[in-house]
């Protein structure tokens, strides 16, 4: 087999066997993985844990799509590969954690069901992704604190005692750091940069940085997941997150923040959104809604 | 394979002899995502880990575990995928790097090991990896983000060519 093109074998007569299954490229896995259907951890709370895997997917997918509106429209076309590598990251973990939480609400519903069929009412995401990409450098803040944050998440939780939670954090956190590496160095050089790049990066941070308070306020099932050893309460990251933000202005000559004021609630997670989410996920949900249960 | 014991070495081996489609010098026992091969109940369950939590490749992976299985005679054929624990490119074996190089992309060099990921403020060293088609060691790197998940794109300073590079993971 060595140094055939499966893409060959699939795509002709000879690889499919006959039926629809040559069409499974592009379809992506056809079953999760198997930490999906793990038996919920003891001290965990059913409803509770499809909330918070709800809550952390919600986020990568919402974020994926942002991220991926940039196709087309980027400075320049490695850094559209490199926007829609980093969205492509986190759908791959929206998928698992919807999944997961499509599992244990005891709906039965997939992944797909979760992102295409709920209104935004239901999304749990925080409000810091929802918001328009704006320029290129407002998208750059956005990305280093959605990604420093979400890095300072997902690396307690690897110690989740929730086998999905645990798998998730462990394969993301790696990604993750790679994220936060590239919106780094954007920072650096655009803040370092032109009087006018400059300029533009500071608006982007301050952009960006009222929406920070919501990213480090637990909600209830956070907490007692916490507590059951099964999520990350997000207080904890808080003065590390913002240490990190804080060493990567300052060397980007862009100057401290004072912290981020606290959000208003009822917020992104209790489904409480801007006027921005719905027109995103309009787009995102068009063609699954305009054609149920179409596959292709 | 009706009615007989399953003969698993061979099922071991032709899984691990499908190649990847996004680097298809390699297969999958080269790359080191293949964890598992067993016969369960008359069936063969081949497990895989994805390389990224959202690579695409893995359902071509499995499609193309089905046929080979298939062609070498294996009816009941369940191919199941788990995350932990995560992939390295680590795990990349000397055979595969050897092939990567001969295809003219930079094998991966030693992973970070755990802990907290550091935050690099400062100039990036200036050793990247050696080019796979002249050898030599003045590269820079032109996109950290390549045409697939695990790879970034270089370019030799010293024969001009730019080659890709799979990241440490």
Redesign the interface.
Same mark, same amino acid.
């Given at each position: 087999?060595?140094?055939?093109? *499966?893409?060959e074998? /699939?795509a002709g007569p000879a690889?499919?066997?006959g039926g629809d !299954?040559?069409w !499974?490229?592009?379809?992506?896995?056809?079953?999760?993985?198997?930490?999906v259907g793990a038996e919920v951890p003891a001290g965990a709370d059913r409803a509770d844990l499809a909330a918070y895997c709800t809550m952390l997917g919600d986020d990568a997918l919402v974020m994926a799509q942002r991220l991926g509106q940039w196709c087309t429209r980027a400075p320049e076309l490695?850094e559209e590969?490199?926007l829609?590598?980093?969205a /492509?990251?986190?759908?791959?973990?929206a998928?698992?954690l919807l999944a997961r939480a499509g599992h244990v609400d005891g709906t039965g519903r997939d992944e797909d069901a979760l992102a295409y069929l709920r209104g935004p009412e239901e999304f749990r995401n925080v409000r810091l992704v929802e918001a328009p990409n704006g320029d290129f450098a407002r998208s750059t803040a956005r990305l280093l604190a959605f990604s420093a944050w979400r /890095?300072a998440v997902f690396?307690r939780l690897t110690a989740s005692t929730d *086998?999905a939670l @645990? @798998?998730?954090a !462990?394969?993301? !956190?790696?990604?993750l750091?790679?994220h936060?590496?590239?919106a &780094?160095r954007w920072t /650096?050089r655009l803040g370092d940069g032109t009087a006018l790049s400059h300029q533009r990066m500071a608006d982007g941070v301050d952009a960006v940085w009222p929406l920070l308070g919501e990213l480090f306020a637990a909600d209830p099932a956070e907490r007692r997941l916490a507590a059951a050893g099964a999520a990350v309460d997000p207080a904890e990251v808080r003065a590390e997150v913002l240490d990190?933000l804080g060493? &990567?202005l300052t060397?980007a000559t862009l100057g401290g923040r004072p912290a981020p004021p606290a959000p208003s609630a009822p917020g992104g997670r209790d489904g409480a959104h801007t006027e921005h989410l719905a027109p995103l996920l309009a787009e995102l949900q068009s063609v699954a809604r305009a054609h149920p249960g179409a596959t292709w | 394979m009706t009615g007989g014991a399953v003969d698993l070495a061979l099922a071991r081996r032709v899984a691990g002899e499908v190649v990847d489609p996004e680097l298809p010098m390699l297969t999958l026992d080269d790359l080191g995502i293949l964890r598992d091969v067993r016969a369960l109940g008359g069936e063969v369950v081949v497990t895989v880990t994805p390389t990224y939590a959202g690579c695409p490749a893995l359902g071509v992976i499995a499609a193309e575990l089905r046929r080979a299985l298939a062609a070498a005679g294996f009816g009941a054929v369940r191919v199941r995928t788990v995350l932990a624990p995560p992939w390295s490119s680590d795990w990349i074996s000397a055979e595969g790097r050897r092939k990567l190089v001969e295809h003219g992309v930079a094998p991966p060099g030693p992973v970070r090991r755990a802990g907290p990921v550091p935050l690099e403020l400062g100039p990036r060293p200036a050793a990247g990896p050696a080019c796979p088609r002249c050898g030599a060691r003045a590269t820079e790197e032109l996109s950290r983000f390549g045409a697939t998940p695990c790879t970034a794109l270089h370019r030799c300073r010293s024969c001009l060519e730019p080659f890709e590079h799979v990241k440490e993971v």
């Open positions: 087999m060595s140094g055939d093109n *499966p893409y074998a /699939l690889g499919g066997g !299954a040559h !499974a490229f592009g379809t992506g896995f056809d079953a999760p993985p198997d930490e490695e590969v490199a829609a590598n980093i /492509l990251d986190l759908l791959g973990q998928r698992v /890095l690396t *086998p @645990a @798998a998730v !462990a394969r993301g !956190a790696k990604e750091a790679y936060r590496d590239h &780094v /650096l990190v060493q &990567v060397a | -």
